[in-house]
């Protein structure tokens, strides 16, 4: 029985995810796979990213795992993380790519050139350090996590999903973004949990203990 | 709102971090993952590793290190220091770190820079930039301050950004050991010439120096090693300070 298998497709540092993973739950049995019937088999599915959207699509249906990655997410307890996360969506701006269209909305890139902080700074592009992350809602992942808490971002592009209802956070650079959506079994986040110390590691924690319900 | 960074950065060689006393000689300064632990403890947002093994035999070393460190440290992990090749970023990446620093191979083979960004992905490819003054510019030096190489620095900047660096570390050969502070100017024109966040290094002697870097040299985060290894400050001492000054920091 896996307990938690994480979606290897090629792409990203798979391996911090696990790690943090067997962190918080040395209990359970965490695999990094690319098998299809293992993500099948899993009670819950971890769906990491890093890199390019156009590259992670490609290598996600090169490795034949569109429909395993469709299925768990519709039925047990699913976290996106970062492209993870946009790979929800229907469409990003990045390489004009489409996602998997399971949640509905778009994948928009910062624009850097009209970026500025309170004191007139530049803002840089990727958005990448520690921001802090307001929660929308109530949700069981954010169990033990303050509001306005700060987690690690490395990104680019940002998501806009077309039910605003379904955003459980979000942050600011330097204009409020959707960093996080909650729906039924699904949570997704932009940010690296894995990388975010203390806060990062509870919201694994809570993930791990989920009973996959989000109202 | 996004913090400022404050990055520790280690010198690792075979296998034990260390620090230059004087800066000549070379000091054990103690166990790479428990300074790493010590570093989190107080606050770091990220660690830089840097290895300085001249022995190809002990390179390997390093790979074990950020191992246990990854599997016992959850903030970003970026290691630099001998790599080549396209292979050595994926070994390093494996191993747990999250970014790879790239700095002479940068010069030796620009197409280095490209291929890494293209197969790993820009966020995870930090081109480290070594600049000294000659005459009215900023030169690009290799092998550690050693090889002038006639590359105007905020060119290069540019150059690396447009190949697929996610990020810069700029280094002052100039200012780098001197505990007199960062070389503002030079800061300033790179983190105004580019998109990416701009790691500022070289100098740091107090917690002052720290600000001036964001205020006045435009960093997005600033790396410091002896400040924080001889055990003047802590880093949270340093995120305090910053914050008294009013920058945005994790606390």
Known sequence: MIDIAVVDYGMGNLRSVAKALEHVAPDHRVVVTSDPAKIAAAGRVVFPGQGAMPDCVRELDARGLREAVIAAAADKPFLGICIGLQLLFDHSEEGDVAGLGIVPGQVKRFAAADMHDALGGKLKVPHMGWNQVYQSDKHPLWAGIEQGARFYYVHSYYVQPQDAAIEAGYSEYPTRFTSCVARNNIFAVQFHPEKSQHDGLQLLANFVRWNGVSN | ?251
């Open chain 2, 1 to 251: 709102m996004l913090a400022k960074r404050i990055i520790p950065c280690l010198d690792v060689t075979d296998g034990r971090v260390v620090k230059g006393v004087n800066f000549l000689e070379l000091r054990d300064a103690g166990d790479p993952v428990e300074i790493a632990k010590r570093y989190d403890d107080q606050g770091a947002d990220e660690l830089t590793f840097l290895d300085i093994t001249a022995s190809s035999d002990n390179r390997g070393l390093i790979l074990g290190i950020i191992e246990q460190v990854a599997s016992q440290v959850f903030i970003p992990l970026t290691v630099g220091g001998g790599v080549r090749e396209v292979e050595d970023v994926r070994r390093l990446l494996n191993a747990g770190a999250d970014k790879v620093s790239i700095n002479t191979s940068a010069v030796l083979n620009p197409q280095l820079v490209a291929d890494a960004a293209g197969r790993f992905g820009s966020q995870c490819i930090v081109v480290a930039i070594d600049a000294k003054q000659v005459g009215d510019h900023w030169e690009v030096f290799t092998h550690g301050g050693r090889k002038a190489t006639g590359i105007n620095a905020v060119d290069w900047a540019r150059n690396m950004v447009a190949l697929g660096a996610g990020e810069l570390l700029v280094t002052s050969m100039d200012r780098d050991g001197t505990r007199v502070g960062f070389n503002l100017p030079l800061n300033r024109a790179i983190s105004d010439a580019v998109d990416v966040p701009i790691i500022a290094s070289g100098g740091v002697g107090n917690l002052m120096h720290l600000v001036e870097g964001v205020k006045e040299g435009g960093a997005d985060a600033v790396l410091a090693a002896s400040i924080f290894h001889y055990g003047e400050f802590t880093v949270r001492q340093a995120k305090e300070y910053m914050r008294e000054h009013g920058i945005e920091v994790r606390l």
